[in-house]
């Protein structure tokens, strides 16, 4: 596999994980997702769910399984938020590590080209995602609950101008219409 290949999403959402939608995951035939949590479900440092992260988990829990897998090493934040949206999480990914993604993958009993990784991150979520086989889908930071605009991270901001230079496109593709 190309080194470029590795860091480049499948899906590119121009938007925050709202914009996953369950008829999007029917088009890309995905049966089950691997969700990060800081930044692409919750605001980082942000411990509970909100109303709408609870009615969009419904949604897609719909039409697939759900797991959350994330870096974050405080399992009891992460507990919280999982058991609010009542799906399973694993904690100390250390992404773009394969193995608690591997672990999930294993408990959803799905081909990895039915799963998708979901996260804000190409040099974590996207890396750890593409080297497991996984669909992958780049989504914008969620936004703090007093901003209205995701919050711009100098790490991201600079994940996505090394990937312009080396050629490789990050920019907002909407998600097909119907």
Do not use: C
Request: avoid cysteine; aromatic fraction near 4%.
């Amino acid at each position: 596999m190309v080194w470029s290949s590795l860091v480049q999403p499948n899906l590119v959402l121009g938007g925050s994980v709202f914009a996953l939608s369950p008829d999007l995951m029917r088009r890309h035939n995905l049966k089950g997702l691997i969700l990060d949590v800081d930044d692409t479900l919750v605001p980082l440092r942000q411990a509970e769910s909100d109303p709408d992260l609870i009615a969009w988990m419904a949604s897609i829990k719909a039409v697939g399984e759900v797991w959350l897998v994330s870096n974050n090493v405080n399992g009891h934040r992460i507990k919280r938020i999982a058991d609010a949206l009542g799906v399973p999480y694993l904690t100390r990914a250390r992404k773009p590590s394969r193995r608690k993604l591997k672990q999930a993958l294993v408990a959803m009993n799905l081909p990895p080209e039915q799963v998708a990784m979901v996260g804000d991150r190409l040099f974590t979520d996207v890396l750890a995602g593409n080297r497991l086989g996984l669909f992958t889908i780049l989504v914008d930071p969620m936004p703090r609950l007093d901003q209205h605009q995701p919050r711009v991270s100098l790490l991201r901001t600079l994940e996505v101008a090394l990937l312009r230079a080396l050629g490789i496109s990050v920019g907002s593709t909407p998600p097909p219409s119907p």
